[in-house]
């Protein structure tokens, strides 16, 4: 039998008295953070085999632990923390027990995308979990294209480092959209921040990002269907930059400023300089 066995997102209280007797009674666990695993194990006194399965290991321990489940043994499979399967590689150990007709059951519990959402004030009856973002230009155009016409509520996971470029992209693909970034959610630091892209974007700006992120961000109006961002965010990223390219002592073109303007709004350059333009001639 496979379990897939969600744990605590940061409050050890968290943890499921069914998921206490799942990792207590399994016959191995099978961990993406051996580590973090065991710390959980230590504090509730429970002592079982770990294996490791990550992303970059899942390719050679995913056939040994499906011949350990051909084999009759009991699995618990934990992810770093929260419900494995999400924006996890434990979806693929998941889906080969299943192809193989192996049993599989779960011990649910956190999962951060749902309880952001919840806590956003944000529609709740119809949304769209997008996990992680693409790091590549081509990814944030399709998400910046996507994010414009949605109308579901949508659901992302951010690092703090990569924060700020997000909610960028945002305030130029959804700009005025009601948006909620959630923060350590469940930990002693946590903090819910309301309001429109370029809001948050002031504030993250003041407030250096830290811990981990999840965005919810309202859908479209009824009547939006094309994406678009907002001709005055890209003006205004494109200033900046060139600013403080200058201010740097490193001053750069205008081409290449619209270049990074674009990367970070989501579009492509030749739409970021026609709204650029669009903006430059109305105050000339």
């Not at 952001?116 to 529609?123: E, F, K, M």
């Amino acid at each position: 039998m496979l379990y897939v066995v969600a744990t605590p997102i940061g409050n050890l209280g968290d943890l499921s008295a069914r998921a206490l007797e799942i990792l207590s009674a399994c016959d191995l666990i099978a961990a993406e953070d051996t580590r973090r695993t065991q710390k959980l194990l230590t504090h509730f006194q429970i002592r079982k085999p770990l294996i490791s399965y990550y992303e970059h290991n899942k390719a050679s321990r995913g056939p040994l632990l499906l011949e350990k489940l051909r084999g009759g043994q009991t699995v618990a499979l934990v992810s770093d923390a929260g419900t494995p399967g999400i924006s996890d590689p434990g979806a693929d150990l998941i889906r080969a027990a299943v192809a193989e007709g192996l049993p599989v059951s779960m011990a649910p519990g956190p999962v951060a995308g749902i309880m952001a959402l919840v806590l956003s004030g944000l529609p709740t009856e119809r949304f769209v979990f997008e996990g992680f973002i693409g790091t590549d230009r081509k990814s944030r155009e399709e998400f910046a294209e996507m994010i414009a016409s949605e109308k579901r509520t949508v659901i992302v996971y951010e690092a703090p480092h990569r924060l700020i470029k997000t909610l960028e992209l945002l305030n130029g693909a959804a700009p005025g959209r009601q948006t909620a970034v959630c923060r350590e959610l469940t930990k002693a630091h946590e903090e819910i921040r309301r309001g429109t892209p370029a809001e948050l974007l002031a504030y993250f700006t003041e407030q250096e990002p830290r811990g981990e992120f999840v965005i919810v961000i309202e859908g479209a109006p009824r009547e939006q269907t094309s994406a678009a961002a907002a001709p005055e965010t890209v003006y205004q990223i494109t200033e900046k930059i060139i600013k403080e390219s200058e201010a740097s002592g490193n001053p750069i073109k205008k081409s290449d400023a619209l270049k990074e303007a674009a990367a970070r709004l989501g579009i492509s350059k030749n739409r970021a300089y026609a709204l650029y333009e669009e903006i430059k001639k109305e105050r000339s």
